[in-house]
């Protein structure tokens, strides 16, 4: 408990011989319970003692539910400051381990700090006065505090796994979910803002970035996750906001990456170095354990997961006057696999286009041919196709169903496949730079390399496998990731039902059936100028819809510069 300035510059030197500090801390990793240990009872004491031995003028230092391992306390530190200032004569705690449960640290208050500024300690329960000479038992309380700390970790460290892998939840329930009252161990959705989360996620898939988001919520006056547990008095860890309802960029993203809205729990998502060290460490993927469907969802897992996809890809949705569009971030080079970038005539801002970002880029050409294509016209061909789609599922539901499930298991065993083979060279590399490491350490050993070359080779070779390292990690956890997503058909067929009678394009239709689109450059086939385009659909990558007389293809013509007339065909027609 801070001193409030008036407290503390009423200190001088006539009054130092009856002034005492008085500490008090309590805190989970003490594992104290029962009301003699609480910080009421703490104070009681403490002042009956101090004024027994005859000081008058208290202050009291409050850390209530910090830990003792770190010295890092904010009324310990203030308390610290004061004493330095000399006009406190004695420091009383209700024991040693008040002080704090690091050997080292308290050590030094003890043998260094409190002799230098003539400060007496008391610890009441240890039976321990400073000002009747040196007490030989100190250290030993000190490290059997330390010990204690330690042991406590230990034991929680151990019943958290247990618990942990148990199914069990680690943490509290993420914005959207309370602790049930029946089962504190299981969460249910809290309906309060659980409609916050939802709509969170769905001005996403309407193409809305994290900053908009934000600048909606804020402006709505809904209060943030932390101001919310506040209000419901449920102090979590972090800074309660001042202006309760102003969102940040970086809480709309924490909510849209959290799995656990999918019903499942993630447990051992963090971790601490030591007991010593309160920060939390992001684990590795491959070290968490998830146990999926155990409570309800607040969001379907299609959703998440394609959400997931569009935040993993870079997508420059405006053009330098702000302007957005729905394709950016889609739209691919069918030859050199860069992204095309979103530009409009300077001449005519009406014609909105396209082209490859590597194309005649820098000194040597990455791309040979700008792979120009308009928005109307992918706008046009887009729409044909999503409504062709559509016919299909509804007209030739089982065919569809068949065609869908054959694809996505391909798609998902294809990309498995290249992402095998990638790792595979990568450990074979790895497992040769070992071998050169060691064949180099014995020529460096024979003379054959003089040490400056040895020490150069090793830091570029170390170098490498330390990339190397990152990128096999990043790997496994894709190649694991994939093998326990769900590639659902049904995933991708509820999503076509819901736009069987489109008739406009929307950025969320993109979002939820799009992966990307592949742009060809035109060519002339036959005397006519062709647009070939192939498109990756979410889910199960690149189909061939039958041409049955019920569906009839995307018929789309574009007058794309004067005289040149564009028309669309499937790449798998043009080839």
């Not at 209530?64 to 400051?81: H, I, N």
């Not at 007490?135 to 010990?147: G, L, R």
Request: proline residues 3%.
């Amino acid at each position: 408990m801070k001193q409030s300035n008036k407290q503390t510059a009423a200190l001088t030197r006539k009054n130092r011989d009856i002034t005492a500090a008085l500490y008090l801390r309590l805190s989970r990793d003490d594992n104290l319970d029962g009301e003699s240990n609480s910080i009421s009872n703490q104070k009681k004491l403490l002042s009956k003692v101090a004024k027994e031995k005859g000081f008058a003028n208290l202050l009291v230092f409050i850390d209530d539910g910090v830990s003792g391992v770190t010295m890092d306390r904010p009324s310990f530190k203030e308390m610290l400051t004061e004493l330095e200032k000399g006009y406190i004569a004695a420091v009383f705690v209700k024991d040693m381990s008040r002080l704090g449960r690091n050997y080292i640290e308290v050590g030094r208050l003890t043998e260094c700090f409190f002799p230098e500024h003539d400060i007496r300690l008391v610890s009441v329960s240890d039976g321990m006065d400073s000002a009747e000479g040196e007490n030989e038992f100190a250290p030993f309380i000190n490290i059997m505090s330390e010990w204690y700390a330690r042991d406590i970790s230990k034991n929680r460290r151990a019943s958290n796994s247990v618990k942990g892998n148990s199914g069990e939840p680690l943490s509290p329930p993420p914005y959207g979910y309370m602790k049930d009252p029946d089962n504190p161990k299981k969460w249910v959705i809290d309906e309060e803002v659980a409609a916050v989360v939802r709509r969170i996620f769905s001005l996403t898939l309407d193409g809305k970035g994290m900053h908009q988001v934000a600048s909606i919520l804020t402006d709505e006056g809904i209060l943030t996750p932390m101001n919310y547990w506040y209000s419901k008095g449920l102090p979590r860890g972090g800074k309660k906001n001042p202006v309760g309802s102003h969102w940040n960029d970086s809480t709309v993203l924490k909510i849209l990456r959290l799995q656990e809205y999918c019903g499942d729990v993630i447990n051992f998502k963090t971790y601490s170095k030591s007991y010593k060290n309160k920060k939390r460490i992001e684990n590795a993927e491959e070290n968490r354990v998830i146990f999926k469907d155990v409570h309800e969802p607040i969001i379907d897992r299609e959703t998440w997961e394609r959400i997931q996809a569009k935040r993993g890809k870079v997508r420059k949705r405006k053009t330098r006057d702000g302007e957005k569009n729905m394709f950016s971030g889609l739209l691919f080079c069918a030859d050199c696999g860069g992204t095309l970038n979103y530009h409009f005539n300077q001449a005519n801002p009406d014609i909105k286009y396209f082209n490859c970002r590597n194309y005649n880029i820098g000194k040597h050409k990455l791309c040979n041919s700008t792979h120009y294509i308009r928005v109307d016209f992918l706008e046009q061909v887009m729409l044909g196709e999503i409504q062709r789609l559509t016919k299909y599922a509804v007209k030739y539901e089982d065919e569809f169903v068949k065609l869908v499930a054959g694809h996505s298991q391909k798609a998902a065993e294809s990309e498995r496949r290249t992402k095998q083979k990638e790792l595979n060279a990568m450990l074979e590399r790895d497992s040769e730079l070992d071998k050169l490491f060691n064949r180099m350490y014995e020529d460096n050993v024979a003379g054959k390399i003089d040490d400056t070359r040895f020490a150069k080779m090793s830091q570029r070779y170390n170098n490498e496998q330390a990339e190397l390292s990152e990128k096999i990690k990043v790997l496994k956890t894709e190649i694991k990731n994939m093998t326990d997503k769900v590639m659902s058909t049904d995933m991708f067929i509820k999503m076509v039902r819901k736009y069987t009678r489109v008739k406009k394009l929307t950025e969320r239709m993109m979002n939820e059936l799009i992966e990307k689109i592949e742009v060809h450059q035109s060519e002339r086939i036959d005397g006519v100028n062709v647009q070939k385009l192939t498109i990756h659909w979410n889910c199960i990558g690149s189909i061939e819809i039958p041409n049955l007389s019920q569906l009839p293809e995307t018929d789309v013509t574009i007058q794309t510069r004067q005289g040149v007339a564009t028309s669309y065909v499937p790449s798998q027609k043009a080839v």
